[in-house]
Structure formats: structure tokens, C-alpha cells
């Protein structure tokens, strides 16, 4: 069963802390993605990556940096986590560059206190 | 820029049919996705148009117009389970710009 798994469901963190998501997929996916999810605004892009070591940001990189050392973790770092933050966290993979479907984790909640 | 408005909410009747419309503009455009979550729960693929037409997949179809900015999703035969938010997802080179999400409440 193909699966993409988040280290943390729910996480609670102090302002100014560094927060690591954790993100596995076991499908040899080439793409992975970070997004986040907040009521009223959807589903938006923070950072993706095409493969090992390569990243770009997506829409709202601000506060946001991430790493992709293997082809099949990718993570997503809050350097000095603020409570603008505090929302869930979505890391999915795709097959292609040129358009595959996403395949989501279970998504990780982040409240910054 | 990438726009992507699709309705707010949306109430239907179980057995009906009930369609759910998304526009969008962006800059680049392969394809349009539409995705089904569940509350508490993560996006999962339904459908994906990359030509003009109406792609059926059981009690789900869903439709895409490249020269109107326009898809919608038609689900029809709704059960209880239907209800769930829809995401409408435009995507370019590997890169999907979401909407908002329709939230749809199937009553009894």
C-alpha cells in the first residue's frame, strides 16, 4: 500500500522554537510538496522540490526553508516558529513532472503558542 | 498570477445529483484536478482533465472547458458519504495551484 507518512500529527510549540516537519513517501516519487491548510484560504503552496538536493519555493516561502537529502524524505523547517504558523501542514508526492496526481500525508497541526 | 474560485458550500439532497463548478486563471495550465477530503482527513484524488470534455468515473464525472477557465465536478446518486470538501486544482509543469474548497453536506 503506497504511502506517504508525516513524522507528527500534533505538535505544540513556543514562539521563536525550530520546528522539523518530517515527511516519508515509499512510492519513488520525484516530486514532493509542502503545503499548508488554513480555513477560508485553502490549500498553499510553501515549498517543493523535483528531486534530490533541488528545491523551489512555492507561494508563501516566508519563515519556511526545507531539505531533501534522500529522494524519499523531505522536510519542512520553521526556523523561529511564530504564531502566523499555526496551522496544518500537508506534505504530498507526484510521479511527474509533467502532471501526476498528489499523493497527501495524514498532515501534521502546528500550534505555536 | 493563479486564481482559482470555486463556491463556499453547498447543500444537496442524498440520491440527487449535485454539480460543483471551479473557474480559474492562471498563468501556465496542463490540467485540472479535482481532489475529495474528508473532515480531519487528508486530500485524495478523483479526477484529472487535461482535454476539453466530460470525464465519467462512476457516480463521479467531471468537466473541463481550456478556452472558458471553467470545470465543474458532477456527482451524482449522492450518499451520506459524499459529504466532504472539494478542491479544485489547476496545475502547471508538476505544480497545482488549489482553490478554496467546497465544502458539500448531503441531508437525509
Known amino acids: 500500500d503506497v504511502k506517504v507518512t508525516q513524522s507528527s500529527r500534533y505538535l505544540v510549540k513556543r514562539t521563536g522554537e525550530k520546528v522539523f516537519l518530517e515527511c516519508v513517501q515509499d512510492?519513488?516519487?520525484?516530486?514532493m510538496f509542502w503545503y499548508r491548510q488554513d480555513p477560508g484560504l485553502g490549500l498553499r503552496l510553501i515549498y517543493f522540490s523535483y528531486d534530490v538536493k533541488m528545491k523551489e519555493k512555492g507561494d508563501i516561502p516566508e519563515g519556511y526553508s526545507v531539505s531533501r537529502e534522500k529522494k524519499e524524505r523531505f522536510s519542512l523547517i520553521l526556523e523561529s516558529a511564530s504564531t502566523n504558523q499555526t496551522s496544518m501542514y500537508l506534505c504530498a508526492s507526484s510521479y511527474s513532472t509533467v502532471d501526476g496526481e498528489l499523493f497527501f500525508g495524514e498532515g501534521s497541526r502546528l500550534t505555536v503558542l | 498570477g493563479q486564481n482559482i474560485d470555486q463556491p463556499t458550500e453547498m447543500t444537496a439532497t442524498e440520491g440527487a445529483i449535485v454539480q460543483i463548478n471551479c473557474t480559474y486563471q492562471t498563468s501556465g495550465f496542463n490540467g485540472l484536478f479535482w481532489y475529495q477530503q474528508h473532515a480531519g482527513e487528508a486530500p485524495t484524488f478523483l479526477s484529472y482533465n487535461v482535454l476539453d470534455g466530460l470525464e465519467e468515473k462512476g457516480r463521479f464525472s467531471s468537466f473541463l472547458s481550456r478556452s472558458k477557465g471553467y470545470s465543474y465536478l458532477l456527482l451524482k446518486e449522492l450518499q451520506m458519504k459524499d459529504s466532504a470538501s472539494y478542491l479544485c486544482?489547476?496545475?502547471?509543469?508538476?505544480?497545482?495551484?488549489f482553490g478554496d474548497g467546497t465544502t458539500l453536506t448531503v441531508k437525509p
Open positions: 512510492m519513488d516519487h520525484e516530486n
Open positions: 486544482a489547476a496545475s502547471n509543469a508538476g505544480k497545482s495551484t
